[in-house]
């Protein structure tokens, strides 16, 4: 990016020392959460080419993208928040009441726009509450959203007593969740590219946009972007909404893969996804976080899942794995910023 | 100044007197060094402390009071120097070995559980125990009530220290030293959060401390207070001792000359103002902590305001800026009303404030250097919300060239600067704006003499570039240095105003000083000029 050179024209004009470039890139490579994670995709990656046959096959790896995507979408959203250091733990829930909504209106009005449009207003309304309580009454986000996780799940059972099939037969509708946007040379499922686009709009955001700029600002230090003149509560809110409304997205995404809506979906999907945004180096004292780093994290998360699976390991693994994967690598960055001499 | 002629008297004779009853000193420091990255916090200095007498430390700001104490608590290890205590070579690394040592330190913070009562506090982490093993409670009152009696305290031993006031926690602190048989007991500012009588008390309780034989170690910038208690004084000066006296054979002038020291001249580089329209004007402010202010700032002028601590000198800059609650009066900046509590609003009509504390509300510390720099005028360097990046960086770079800041790359946390260079970021931020005033609370606070320097020079510029500023201190050579007139606050009003010619030392401090007790003027006029002049510890 033309921000990369910028940056080091400046590093040149200012430090007046100049190292080897290569090495000054491995050693930045290493200096981030990032470049661990990059480590050990690679690792894990030939390992599972070369455990199993059809680890590295178009098939695999298209189930592998389209299973992380729901996971991926919402922490996108979740990292924005955590770095303006705030929470949301109600984003599982929402996968069951958005999505049991969801499908309601669509057997109702038989239009997929209308049920898509729903499904994000109402992840709108849930993080406009979440962001009322949370600002508005001073009450920590980890409270509020902790209520609003089993209020939303509470309002998924009151919905429907059962799974909300589909009625409405839109041919689109299961596209999204199964189909694919081109299928040569590869094929790539729409979740996928749902997700890329996702992620390419938010990275632009946070990386190029005075609003990403002051959510760094925000989580880093309140009062001083209050007095810098940035609205604090402002960026905080778009935080909230945004995060709830990439819920939404995920949850309508998941009701087109299982072509229903069901009320006792997402369980344990907020900490897929908070876990996911820790472990991609954002830390819940708020100011610190990458997109790039979420998104490796997922990825790493969901490999490690899609392995156990292949190599037909017990698979309530899968439930315990990413946990231990979380502390080794929390353990790791305490141990590199001990190395770099970075403060917490 | 009279300190070069002292500043190697440990002075023999007075060591000698006050050995004569044959006491080993209690705590014996020579050559003590302590470095901090860019900075000598401690140069060669030797200190001791001797049985049943109260030493009290005294110096500005930065002088090494606080780095000398925080070596005898055992939170910083020394960098070269001996240390021995009761005679014996000790190398504290951690609190625990200095509290083994019998050494208790009562912060201005107080370290005490409030949710547990005065007894469990007393004798917190060594309660009297049953033979079983469980707590004696009968025991552990009946002690803490024999503590508190040896005090002349009459507090209930079962009452949650949270519930008492600022004054009995602090005797609480106290009676835990007591408890753990300290024989070194050092008191940072002990009287700052109390009333004439709780100051009474407590000088009886160190009184009684004093004839138990317990050495106590006095830090205090109330020269008065000193002269009440002290048996001897240490002046500390940027790092170094400069004397060891006893207090009856010095006067509250020596101590402030001592303290001084520095020829201040050549420090501010005042240039003659160019004074032009009214910019800031001030009408009948009051809001929280500050009461009916008014004054203005014109083009091109610096404005000082001078306060002792809790005059409210910084709440008054961050009510104009709309950082506080204003409950009435206007502020206009040329000609136009700033919305009360809205520092945007502020910033947008060309309005900044530069806070006292930069850590806890001025530096975003994670981030790079860069970005704290634009952080508040971030969306002139961007079309639509898209942040320009090369016209950032090449402002950014700018100020680092313009201000010396010293930092290895734009991208460097601002974290890792110095104090001196973090502040110089945070004066780059409200360059960046084209601001008609800028209010600075305290802008050289805990920072080096050099950056401090650079600081005056830098708030000299603005001013002749036609900025109106607002000089927020409570140290009087600055305030004179650099103020082409002086506003002196005491309890959130404004009580005088001198113009550069007008305003002395001495003016500006009987305009600050709390009127004291029955004390004659002069004299109240002459320790309040000590006082402060010492004030910021």
């Not at chain 2, 790359?409 to 005033?437: H, Y």
Request: glycine share 10%.
């Amino acid at each position: 990016m033309s921000a990369e050179t910028v940056r080091t024209t400046a590093e040149i004009e200012i430090g007046g020392r100049r190292a080897n470039p290569l090495a000054g890139a491995a050693r930045r490579l290493f200096a981030a959460q990032e470049g661990i994670l990059l480590l050990c995709i690679v690792a894990l990656f030939l390992y599972l080419a070369n455990r199993s046959p059809v680890f590295w096959t178009e098939r695999n790896i298209g189930t592998l993208l389209t299973q992380i995507s729901m996971v991926a979408i919402t922490a996108i959203g979740m990292t924005l928040l955590i770095i303006a250091r705030e929470v949301d733990l109600s984003v599982g829930s929402m996968q069951a009441f958005i999505g049991v909504l969801a499908m309601q209106t669509l057997n109702a009005t038989e239009n997929l726009f209308v049920g898509l449009v729903v499904a994000l207003l109402v992840g709108a309304i849930v993080g406009l509450i979440n962001a009322g309580l949370t600002l508005g009454l001073g009450i920590s986000s980890f409270v509020v959203t902790l209520a609003m996780f089993s209020i939303v799940r509470g309002a998924a059972y009151t919905s429907t007593d059962a799974a909300v099939q589909n009625e409405h037969k839109i041919p689109a509708f299961r596209t999204i969740g199964i189909g694919a946007i081109i299928d040569e040379p590869v094929r790539i499922p729409w979740p996928v590219i749902i997700m890329a686009a996702v992620f390419i709009i938010f990275f632009l955001v946070l990386r190029g946009t005075t609003f990403g700029r002051y959510i760094y600002a925000v989580g880093g230090n309140p009062k001083a972007a209050a007095l810098s003149g940035i609205p604090v509560n402002l960026v905080k809110t778009a935080c909230f909404v945004i995060t709830s409304m990439l819920a939404a997205l995920s949850a309508f995404i998941l009701i087109a893969r299982m072509n229903s809506g069901q009320n006792n979906a997402g369980f344990g999907f907020e900490l897929q996804v908070i876990g996911a945004v820790l472990l991609g180096g954002a830390s819940l004292a708020g100011g610190k976080g990458t997109l790039i780093g979420t998104l490796l994290a997922t990825i790493l998360l969901g490999t490690i899942s899609n392995g156990i699976t292949l190599l037909k390991w017990d698979t309530n693994w899968q439930t315990a794995v990413p946990g231990i994967v979380i502390v080794i690598a929390v353990f790791l960055d305490a141990l590199r910023r001990r190395v770099t001499r970075e403060e917490a | 100044m009279m300190a070069e002629t002292t500043t190697n008297a440990t002075s023999p004779q007075t060591r000698a007197e006050l050995g004569a009853n044959g006491a080993r000193p209690l705590l014996e420091m020579r050559g003590i060094r302590k470095v901090f990255p860019g900075v000598v916090a401690l140069d060669d200095v030797d200190f001791d402390l001797l049985p049943g007498e109260v030493h009290a430390l005294v110096g500005e700001n930065g002088a090494g009071k606080s780095t000398l104490i925080k070596i005898i608590a055992g939170l910083y290890r020394r960098d070269g120097g001996t240390m021995r205590v009761d005679g014996e070579e000790v190398d504290f690394r951690s609190p625990a070995d200095s509290i083994a040592r019998r050494i208790k330190v009562v912060y201005q913070e107080l370290d005490l559980v409030p949710g547990l009562s005065v007894a469990e506090n007393v004798f917190l982490g060594g309660y009297p125990k049953t033979p079983r093993g469980l707590v004696d409670w009968p025991a552990l009152r009946q002690q803490t009530v024999e503590v508190l009696s040896h005090l002349g305290l009459n507090i209930d031993p079962d009452r949650p220290v949270g519930e008492l006031r600022v004054a009995e926690q602090q005797l609480v602190e106290i009676a835990r030293a007591i408890s753990r048989q300290a024989q070194i007991l050092i008191m940072d500012e002990p009287t700052s959060a109390l009333s004439p009588a709780e100051v009474e008390f407590l000088f009886g309780v160190i009184e009684r401390l004093r004839q138990r034989g317990v050495g106590i170690i006095y830090v205090s910038h109330k020269l008065d207070e000193i002269y009440r208690i002290a048996d001897r004084v240490t002046v500390f000066r940027d790092g170094k001792r400069v004397v060891t006296k006893a207090i009856k054979e010095t006067t509250p002038h020596d101590l402030v000359a001592w303290m001084v020291g520095r020829e201040l001249s050549e420090f501010f580089p005042k240039t003659p103002p160019q004074i032009g329209r009214p910019l800031l004007e001030v009408r009948n402010v009051s809001g929280s902590g500050v009461h009916d202010v008014s004054f203005t700032v014109h083009e091109g002028e610096v404005v000082g305001v001078f306060g002792l601590m809790g005059a409210g000198i910084n709440t008054m800059g961050r009510v104009l800026f709309g950082a506080s609650e204003r409950t009435s009066g206007s502020v206009q900046l040329d000609g136009v009303e700033i919305s009360p509590g809205s520092p945007a609003d502020a910033i947008r009509k060309g309005l900044g404030l530069l806070t006292e504390s930069r850590k806890d509300d001025g530096l975003v510390l994670p981030l790079p250097v860069k970005t704290n720099m634009t952080l508040a005028s971030l969306s002139r360097f961007a079309d639509f919300g898209w942040i320009r990046s090369r016209k950032e960086t090449r402002a950014a770079s700018d100020y680092v060239k313009r201000l010396a800041i010293k930092t290895p790359s734009l991208r460097q946390p601002v974290r890792f600067l110095s104090g001196g260079n973090q502040q110089k970021v945070l004066m780059a931020r409200w360059m960046l704006l084209d601001l008609k005033v800028l209010i600075l609370c305290e802008p050289t606070r805990g920072i080096d003499v050099g950056s401090k320097a650079e600081i005056y020079r830098l708030i000299d510029a603005m001013a002749h570039r036609g900025l109106g500023i607002l000089f927020m201190s409570t140290e009087v050579p600055e305030i004179l240095g650099i103020s082409d007139r002086i506003l002196v606050m005491r309890e959130g009003r404004i009580t005088a105003e001198f113009t550069r010619a007008e305003a002395t030392h001495e003016r500006l401090i009987a305009a600050a000083a709390v009127a004291t007790n029955g004390d004659h003027a002069a004299a109240s006029t002459h320790q309040g000029a000590a006082s402060a002049a010492g004030a910021r510890g």
